[in-house]
């Protein structure tokens, strides 16, 4: 007799819970590109993010085993947090350099070489993307962290937030040999495959 699991997968990917979670971070994706003045461009953008999206749950679909621990909702949205983060360093350089403008180089004393230009005075939109951006991945990564081992995720939440190492072992609760020698170096090397290989 076969066993039964808690959590099979179903014959349609595109779950209500799956469409909604696609929706919601693609409405989260769009606010981060307010400066899309264009509304079919916007369209268009929403379309792709939301392609790739469902690209992403197609692949879960494909790789999702029947189990009892995680459902097929939890398990795609590994899967679509992971193609989101791709999806917007994609459209923040995308972005960029649609409003790179020629104009925009132009000095404003005329030939006077060492005078600004236009842009200079203007606030750089890569800072805005790199700052949403980064956080957004460290978000993430703490989220997949969680998910591994908590003690890794609270390590890099506390390194987030700025406390040193000699200060983290007493909060968790470690020897200070052991935050150094062990704990320290395996959270980083979580870190690294999660940004290399998102897992």
């Not at 979670?21 to 939301?50: G, P, W």
């Not at 939890?74 to 193609?83: M, P």
Request: charged share 30%; hydrophobic share 40%; aromatic share 10%.
């Amino acid at each position: 007799m076969a066993r039964k699991h808690k959590f099979t997968r179903p014959d349609n990917p595109f779950t209500t819970e799956v469409l909604d979670d696609i929706e919601a971070k693609v409405n989260v994706a769009m606010t981060k590109f307010r400066v899309l003045a264009n509304e079919e461009k916007r369209q268009s953008r929403r379309h792709e993010v939301t392609s790739r999206l469902k690209a992403a749950v197609m692949k879960a679909h494909g790789k999702f085993k029947p189990n009892n621990r995680c459902s097929f909702p939890s398990y795609a949205d590994v899967f679509i947090v992971r193609e989101l983060g791709h999806c917007l360093r994609h459209l923040a350089y995308v972005v960029e350099q649609e409003n790179a403008t020629v104009s925009c180089d132009r000095k404003i004393s005329g030939s006077d070489e060492d005078a600004p230009t236009f842009v200079a005075g203007l606030p750089d939109p890569r800072d805005h993307f790199a700052e949403g951006l980064l956080k957004f991945d460290f978000d993430i990564v703490e989220r997949m962290l969680k998910e591994q081992n908590p003690v890794y995720a609270r390590i890099f939440s506390l390194r987030r937030e700025g406390y040193k190492l000699c200060e983290i072992h007493p909060i968790i609760g470690v020897p200070q040999w052991m935050l150094y020698d062990i704990l320290w170096p395996a959270t980083v090397n979580a870190v690294r495959r999660i940004y290399d290989h998102g897992r």
